[in-house]
């Protein structure tokens, strides 16, 4: 799920489901009736605590006295005193592009095991262990979980079980919500049968992402016997279709829908949930779905999300009904192949209503055509647009700097020429752009100076010339800079070195001249890859000098260099390292297989290298080694 997306669930889930987002959810430590917890329920607990193995974060620390209602994450009914809440979620674990990070993994995970003594809990309604590895001896959900009769939220995600859904689950029939999902993930736990939910009649929430449901067919039918649900999650779930016919729909009140990462291989258009008009999210992606839009698809009219991106289906295009669609806020028909001119889109398909909200776009990886209409500027709240890798033409349109919303720009690999329009330097908030693979022409725009918070500039792979502006420079937030295979020319600014959070900067094959030394460098601590190849710079690092960085890759492949190993080098601490075709003469000395002996790619091809090589050369870690071309005599050493 991606950033935008999952700040839209975050919003869906607290105006569905205002019960778990009251006091009898949020953290909290009330004061029991009579002044401290009950003594058997301060016991349970404390059992609790002596299963879990591994507790880094001292999540428990406040686990002791006699009021447990003061215990982090627990929380006592003010009438009885009795524990309501348990909430024991891993707080340090987050998203990353797809999906949860493995749980496991996580320094600040709880580890150790669900103890049976929860079961003394008897007036529990809330629990949430999620992101934590309480896996036990068997690495399955603990059937002891469908004996807690009292519970309305139960959230076990992200904690990889195996194994067999227990259909005791089945026995919570007070259950609103239940979160056993693997998000973002495809786990080794799996379901036969999912009946048992049919015995939750107040399920509200079901998240079962990542759980093999393979085996199942009539999965729609079951969930259609459940009315109040509001969210279901059953992406990565392994499921080969959706296309089942139901008679009577019951999901009246279903707001999100995630059936993405699975393996639909039928028409787009038999899908069963266009039915549901009270959807307000829709997740298809990376399915195999095919066909066209049907006309039912103009009745969602509370549609927010809709995102069928990535199913290979060129045949996608939106039907007129989506002009009913005004509440869309992010459309994403990304890796689909599909074929039509992009103004025909832009001006017949997508209505005013609909410009005017949608926040996220995302085109990319098609084969649209034409030019970029000036319309483009009615997307006024368009936060993220993304045409990248399309067959579009023309010039970039200067009205694309009226959308001050804009937080990425990604136009990359298609046709584009003209110059970079300067407008583009009014998007303020922009943190990407990304214009690389077009044949763009002209200057790059002083303007772009402006953009304070730009954290990614790709340029590369265009016909751009002249020097570099020193008011890019301005934007400090840079982060990745690359300029790569232009014609840009003069030298490299000295105050690029100013830029203390870039960790990316590629300049090579580009017309560059001068020298670079130790104060192009000088505060770029962050600085991870360099690539300053197939210019014609002289590189000149000195004795003293400190490198603030250690790199990754650096190549100053094609650049003067010699005649002589600049002594600079042995300051350079980087796991791959090009220095081919440099002017180099002479030995190699003896600091420089001791400073690049831990490096695993070493090119130092095309020079005039002479003398031998070290016979320790077996102990120094290369896994690629070039040295052709040179003038080195003597054994070849045992790699």
Sequence with gaps: MRPTTNLLLTLITISIFPFFTNGTLQPQHQHAHGGGCNPDERA????????????????????????????????????????????????????????????????????????????????????????????????????????????????????????????????????????????????????????????????????????????????????????????????????????????????????????????????????????????????????????????????????????????????????????????????????????GDIESLFVESLPQCTRKNLQKLDLSYNNFTGTLPNIVSDFSKLSILSLSNNNLVGPIPAQLGNLTCLTSLDLFWNHLNGSIPPELGALTTLTSLDLSMNDLTGSIPAELGNLRYLSELCLSDNNITAPIPPELMNSTSLTHLDLSSNHLNGSVPTEIGSLNNLIYLYLSNNRFTGVITEENFANLTSLKDIDLSFNNLKIVLNSDWRAPFTLEFASFASCQMGPLFPPGLQRLKTNALDISNTTLKGEIPDWFWSTFSNATYLDISNNQISGSLPAHMHSMAFEKLHLGSNRLTGPIPIL
């Design 44 to 339: 349970a607990l404390l059992s609790f605590k002596e299963g879990i193995t591994s507790n880094n974060t001292n999540l428990l620390a406040s686990w002791k006295g006699q009021d447990c209602c003061r215990w982090r994450g627990v929380s006592c009914c003010n009438q009885t005193g009795h524990v309501i809440k348990l909430h024991l979620r891993n707080p340090n674990v987050t998203l990353d592009a797809y999906g949860y990070d493995h749980a496991c993994a996580s320094a600040s995970a709880l580890f150790g095991e669900i103890s049976p003594s929860l079961l003394s809990l008897k007036h529990l309604k809330h629990l949430d262990l999620s992101m934590n590895c309480l896996l036990g001896p068997n690495s399955q959900i603990p059937h002891l979980l469908g004996s807690m009769g009292n519970l309305r939220y139960l959230n076990l995600s992200g904690i990889p079980f195996t194994g067999r859904v227990p259909s005791h689950l089945g026995n919570l029939s007070k259950m609103q919500y239940l979160d056993l999902g693997q998000a973002g993930d495809y786990s080794d736990m799996y379901s036969m049968d999912i009946t048992w939910l049919t015995k939750l009649p107040f399920l509200k929430f079901l998240g079962m992402s990542g759980v093999n449901l393979s085996g199942i067919a009539d999965w729609p039918h079951t969930l259609n016997m459940i009315p109040p649900l509001r969210v279901i999650d059953l992406s990565y779930c392994l499921l080969d279709s959706a296309n089942q016919s139901l008679l009577h729909l019951n999901l009246t009140k279903l707001e999100k829908l995630d059936l993405s990462w699975n393996f639909f291989k039928h028409s787009l258009g038999s899908g069963w949930f266009w039915k549901v008009t009270s959807l307000k999210y829709l997740h298809l992606e990376w399915n195999l779905l095919f066909g066209k839009f049907p006309d039912t698809l103009g009745n969602m009219t509370y549609l927010r999300v809709l995102d069928i991106s990535y199913n290979g289906n060129p045949d996608m295009m939106m039907t007129g009904n989506i002009k009913k669609l005004c509440s869309l806020e992010i459309l994403d028909l990304s890796g689909n192949r599909i074929n």
